[in-house]
C-alpha cells in the first residue's frame, strides 16, 4: 500500500519560512528563558532521588538506607532520571548541577520542537504560530519544572518527541522510524514510573487509524514502539519485584490510590490550576477545538492523539490525587499537547481574524504568566474554595491558594532543610538515626539513618491505611515520630535556631540539647532524643 494513502502529513508536507520560525522561537525562548530563571531551584523530594544516585554511585545499589541495615525500599519514581545522576556522580558532576542542566536542555528542545512543528503545520496562519508559541513559553508550569531537581520535564519532553515522531510525514522506510520510536519509548517508560501511561496514549491513535485504514506504515513503527515499550515496562517491574519485593514503587503505595477521595482531592487539584493560572484552562478547551477543526489538516491520528492526551492526562491527574507541589506539576505533560491542538483553534480562528486570534492568544497567555508574578484574574475566595493542600499553611495565618507563595515554601525549606542535614553530618555520631518528615535534603546531606514519617522511603508506613481525613496530597499515611520508638532512633527530630532563640518555644518540655553550631554565625544544631 501506498504509504501516503490515508494519511495526512503536517500541512501538506509544507515547509515553514525560516523567518517564521526563528520569529516564533524567539516568542517562545525568551519568555521561557526569564521564567527558568526567576524559578530556578530544588526541590526537597529531588534529594530523595539524589541519594539513591550517590548509593548507586558508591556501588550499594539504588537504595536509600545501607541495605545491611534495612531491605531495600523503591522510594524514588524516576528510575532513568536516578541512574542518570548516578553517572554524573561517578563523573564528578553534582546532581544539583545536573539535574538543572539537563532538565533546562530537556525543556529548550521541548519548546523548539514543538514551536518547529506547529510552525510546519500552520505556515499558513503566522498570527497563530507566534500565539501559540507564547502561549507555550510563558506557560508557568513549563519553567518551573524545568528546574526542580526532578524529571518531570524530561518526561515531558520525552512524550513529545515521541508524539512529533510519529507523526511525521509519512516514509517508506518504517522500520527506521520504529527503531527512533523505539528508543523513545523505552526511554519515557524508564524516566517516571507512571509514563508507560503517556507512551500509550501516544502511540495508540495511529495504531488505531492505520490498522482501520489499513496503512502499515502508519500502524507498524507505532505498534513496534509500544511493543518496546511493554517490554521495557513489564521488564522493569520483573527487576523491581526481585530488587523491591514489590510490583509498584513505595511511592505509588503512600497515595491514597485510585479511589472517590482521591478523585475529589484530584478535581480539586485541577480545577485549582485552572483558576490560579486561567489560560490553563482556555487551552484545555481550545485543544480540544482545534483537534477538530484541524483534522484534516493534521490528519485524524494527530487530532485523536490530541485529544486523547490532553484527556487522558487530565483525568490522570484528577484520579491520581492531585501533587501538594507547586504550579501544576502533574498537568506539566498536558501542556505542550494543549498548546499543540490550541494552534489549531487558533488558526482557524485566524482564518477568520487576525486581530482576534491575536488578541486570543496574547490574553491566554497573560491568564497564566501573571501568576508568576502571584497576580490573579480570579479572587482568592474563589480559588480556595478548591483547596486541596488541606494540611498544609503557608506563610499566612489562614490557608492560601497562591502558587508563588507554595513554590518560596518549597523552595525556603529545601534549603533549610539541605542546612540542618549538613550540620547534622559534621555533628551527630556514626551511627545515628533520625524519624523525620520530609526526607530528601535532610538525609542527603546527614547521610544519617532515616525513619520516614511520611512512608516515601519507609514500607510499613507505606503499606498503612490512609487517614480518614484528607491531608495534603503525598502525605495521606503520615505517623507520628513515636511509631518508630521500637527502633530506638537516636534522634526524633532535628533543626537549627539562633543560639539566643534555644530552645525553640514549640518544643517547650521536649527532651532537646545543642548538638554544635550551624552554617550560619550564630546558629546552633538542636536534636531532640526520644
Known amino acids: 500500500m501506498d504509504p501516503t494513502q490515508d494519511q495526512v502529513s503536517p500541512n501538506g508536507g509544507a515547509v515553514a519560512p525560516r523567518g517564521l520560525v ?13 521564567l527558568v530563571h526567576r524559578f530556578d531551584f530544588l526541590c526537597d523530594d529531588a ?27 523503591e522510594g524514588y519514581s524516576e528510575f532513568l532520571w536516578a541512574g542518570l545522576m548516578g553517572l554524573g556522580m561517578k563523573i564528578g558532576v553534582g546532581p544539583e548541577v545536573l539535574s538543572r542542566l539537563l532538565s533546562v536542555l530537556a525543556g529548550a528542545l521541548m519548546v523548539t520542537g514543538l514551536v518547529r512543528g506547529i510552525a ?100 507498524r513503527p507505532a505498534m513496534a514502539a509500544a511493543g518496546t515499550g511493554a517490554l521495557v515496562f513489564f521488564g522493569h517491574m520483573a527487576w523491581r519485584l526481585v530488587t523491591y519485593g514489590d510490583w509498584v514503587p513505595n511511592t505509588a503505595r503512600v497515595k491514597l490510590g485510585f479511589s472517590g477521595a482521591a478523585a475529589g482531592r484530584g478535581f480539586d487539584y485541577v480545577v485549582s490550576a485552572w483558576l490560579s493560572m486561567p489560560g490553563l484552562g482556555l ?26 492526551l490532553v484527556v487522558g492526562g487530565t483525568a490522570y491527574a484528577i484520579s491520581s490525587g492531585g501533587d501538594f507541589m507547586c504550579f501544576a506539576r502533574f498537568l506539566v505533560p498536558v501542556i505542550p499537547f494543549a498548546v499543540l491542538g490550541s494552534a489549531g483553534a487558533l488558526a482557524w480562528l485566524e482564518h477568520r481574524s487576525r486581530a482576534s486570534a491575536a488578541l486570543v492568544g496574547v490574553g ?66 556514626p551511627g545515628s538515626s533520625l524519624v523525620y518528615g520530609a526526607v530528601g535534603a535532610i538525609g542527603y546531606h546527614s547521610n544519617l539513618f532515616i525513619h520516614d514519617r511520611n512512608g516515601l522511603v519507609t514500607r510499613e508506613v507505606a503499606m498503612r491505611p490512609a487517614h480518614a481525613q484528607l491531608r495534603s496530597p503525598g502525605h495521606d499515611k503520615v505517623v507520628p515520630a513515636d511509631f518508630f520508638m521500637r527502633y530506638n532512633p537516636t534522634f526524633v527530630d532535628a533543626g537549627l535556631c539562633a543560639a539566643k532563640a534555644f530552645p525553640p518555644r514549640a518544643k517547650a518540655g521536649a527532651r532537646l540539647e545543642v548538638l554544635g553550631e550551624g552554617e550560619r554565625p550564630g546558629s546552633v544544631l538542636w536534636v531532640e532524643r526520644p
Not at 127 to 143: D, I, K, M, Q
Not at 288 to 301: I, K, N, P, Q, S
Open 22 to 34: 526563528y520569529a516564533a522561537l524567539v516568542t517562545a525562548l525568551l519568555p521561557f528563558a526569564l
Open 47 to 73: 534529594f530523595i532521588t539524589f541519594r539513591y544516585s550517590r548509593n548507586l554511585a558508591d556501588g550499594l545499589g539504588l537504595v536509600y538506607n545501607p541495605p545491611h541495615l534495612e531491605a531495600p525500599v
Open 120 to 219: 510546519r503545520r500552520y505556515s499558513d496562519a503566522p498570527f497563530a504560530v507566534h500565539a501559540s508559541a507564547l502561549l507555550l513559553g510563558s506557560a508557568p508550569p513549563l519553567a518551573v519544572w524545568s528546574t526542580g531537581g526532578m524529571a518531570t520535564m524530561p518526561t515531558a519532553a520525552l512524550a513529545v518527541a515521541l508524539f512529533l515522531t510519529v507523526h511525521r510525514a509519512p516514509s517508506k522506510d518504517w522500520r527506521g522510524r520504529a527503531l527512533v520510536l523505539g528508543l523513545i519509548a523505552a526511554a519515557l517508560t524508564l524516566m517516571r514510573a507512571d509514563a508507560a501511561l503517556l507512551v500509550a496514549l501516544v502511540l495508540s491513535p495511529p495504531i488505531l487509524v492505520g490498522l482501520v485504514r489499513r496503512n502499515g506504515h502508519q500502524w
Open 283 to 308: 487551552m484545555t478547551l481550545a485543544a480540544l477545538a482545534g483537534a477538530w477543526a484541524g483534522r484534516r489538516r493534521v490528519g485524524a491520528a494527530e487530532a485523536i492523539g490530541v485529544v486523547a
Open 364 to 429: 491566554g497567555a497573560a491568564l497564566s504568566v501573571l501568576a508568576a508574578f502571584d497576580v490573579h484574574a480570579v479572587p482568592e475566595s474563589t480559588r480556595l474554595a478548591f483547596h486541596f493542600r488541606h494540611n498544609q499553611t503557608l506563610m499566612r495565618v489562614k490557608r492560601s491558594a497562591s502558587e508563588v507563595e507554595q513554590w518560596q515554601n518549597m523552595a525556603g525549606r529545601a534549603g533549610y532543610w539541605a542546612e540542618v542535614g549538613r550540620a547534622l553530618a559534621q555533628h551527630a555520631p
